[in-house]
């Protein structure tokens, strides 16, 4: 069923109060995210060296990382290019699976080696959050999501990494393409396995006066 057409003059005020977040990250995931969601962005990558940054605990790096992301964009935002942009977000991800971190496998043989260790168990994707609007504290957490994973065959999880997809992911998988198929279920946020956690994100958008996009605000 279509949905009724938004009056102009609601859709106008609704516009005007929409903010522009500057996304501080090159995934691809994230910013579809955004994008299907109908929050106005603009990608600027950090250039962060991710090496560079070490914690023993999973969820303090996660929060490290996007931290330093956001915090590189703003320090680099143009007064008057950028200056439509309200709010920089950074952003990080990593599997914790029985007490070891993973991001991006190296290559296809790490990628089978951890589905050989992941498959019928469970695990915590973690995403970090960091967003800065200019002149307001900064709003750093943690987000988590509890994975199950299928209980592949080695011909299933062969074949799932021959498809090159788990080589670009946190984790080695990708809940929105084939890895969807390879999970049975999760225990949290959605949005969060891909990378970032909407209603983390519009929650905080309100702390910091925002509107999300679909409320209609003053004028």
């Known amino acids: 069923m279509a949905r009724p057409p938004v009056p102009g003059s609601l859709r106008s005020v609704v516009l ?7 996304l501080a990250s090159a995934s691809p995931a994230r910013r579809r995210l955004l994008e299907q969601a109908g929050v ?3 990608v600027r990558v950090s250039g962060v060296d991710e090496d560079q940054i070490q914690h023993a605990e999973p969820v303090e790096l996660v929060k490290l990382l996007a931290q330093a992301k956001a915090q590189a964009v703003a320090q680099r935002l143009d007064p008057s290019g950028d200056a439509e942009i309200t709010a920089v977000l950074g952003c990080d991800s990593v599997l914790s699976f029985e007490g070891q971190v993973f991001g991006k496998p190296s290559g296809p043989a790490e990628a089978i080696e951890r589905w050989q260790m992941m498959a019928g168990g469970c695990g915590s994707l973690l995403t970090g959050h960091c967003l800065i609007r200019l002149g307001q504290p900064e709003l750093l957490a943690c987000v988590e999501t509890v994975v199950r ?3 592949l065959s080695q011909a299933e999880i062969e ?3 021959a498809s090159g997809e788990p080589l670009q992911c946190a984790g080695g998988f990708a809940l929105e393409g084939r890895g969807g198929l390879c999970i049975d279920g999760l225990d949290g946020c959605y949005s969060n396995v891909i990378g970032l956690s909407l209603p983390w994100l519009r929650q905080q958008l309100r702390v ?3 509107s999300v996009g679909f409320e209609a605000c003053s004028s």
């Not at 005007?16 to 500057?22: A, D, G, H, I």
């Open 208 to 210: 910091l006066e925002l």
């Open 149 to 151: 994973f299928a209980p």
């Open 40 to 42: 106005p962005h603009r």
């Open 16 to 22: 005007r109060c929409v903010p522009v977040l500057m």
């Open 159 to 161: 074949a799932y990494v």
